[in-house]
């Protein structure tokens, strides 16, 4: 596992690990709430940077890294809806899949039905965000496997994150490239869906990846 030290809210450094070959991160106990608009960025950065890593099939049974207990599978809700992870019964902390974790932070929302339409009247077939089997869109509104609804990543809530980590001056530098970068994100998810079996989540993230370039 990778190691980051992220900023907490209080500004205080807080230890996450970050595993591309299982496609989750190991938060300490509470440390997922107490991250600062910042840290989420650079955790969303990662994500993207390591896009293409081949991924293992999240096992069965996951132990903890501190006590070697077995995890356990739960649930919580945020704004966005409701999202997963698996947390020690000790306290010790919890591992959540990336997927899981843009959902918490509200930045992936299943879409109107408005949004749903626009979808099926481009493309016929999407992957599943959540375990990679092919959602019929036609007929079918969530994956027949594991029951995740189609979601999209949110480019009003990437926005929203931007901006409340950056300062006055540097959100000013950043006003012309957000307004060009505003209007794309408009047009999503249109914007990538010419492709065959595309990924929702995975279209988001290479739409607005740009945007975070511009971001220190």
């Known amino acids: 596992m990778k190691l980051e030290q ?39 950065k990662e994500i993207y940077a390591h896009r293409g890593d081949a991924r293992r099939p999240v096992a069965d049974r996951l132990s903890c890294p501190r006590c070697n207990g077995c995890l356990s599978h739960s649930f919580d809700l945020s704004k966005a809806g409701r999202f997963s992870y698996f947390t020690c019964p000790r306290g010790d902390g919890r591992f959540t ?58 480019p009003d809530a990437v926005e929203k994150a931007v901006r409340m980590w950056s300062d006055v001056e540097h959100r000013r530098a950043l006003a012309p490239t957000q ?4 209007g794309a994100l408009q047009r999503m998810p249109a914007g ?3 492709q065959r079996d595309p990924d929702l989540i995975s ?3 290479h739409a607005i990846a740009r945007l975070f370039e511009h971001i220190n």
């Open 97 to 154: 899949p990336f997927y899981q974790f843009l959902r918490e932070k509200q930045f992936v929302r299943v879409p109107t039905s408005v949004e749903l339409e626009h979808i099926r009247a481009q493309v016929g077939q999407i992957t599943c965000s959540e375990c990679g089997a092919p959602i019929d869109l036609q007929h079918d509104s969530e994956c027949e496997y594991c029951h995740a609804p189609v979601s999209f990543l949110d």
């Open 179 to 182: 307004e060009a970068v505003a």
């Open 192 to 194: 990538r869906l010419d």
């Open 203 to 205: 279209t988001g993230i």
């Open 6 to 44: 992220l900023e907490q809210h209080d500004h205080t450094k807080v230890r996450v690990d970050l595993c591309f070959g299982c496609g989750g991160i190991w938060f300490g106990h509470l440390v997922s709430l107490q991250l600062a608009p910042a840290a989420v960025i650079t955790l969303f």
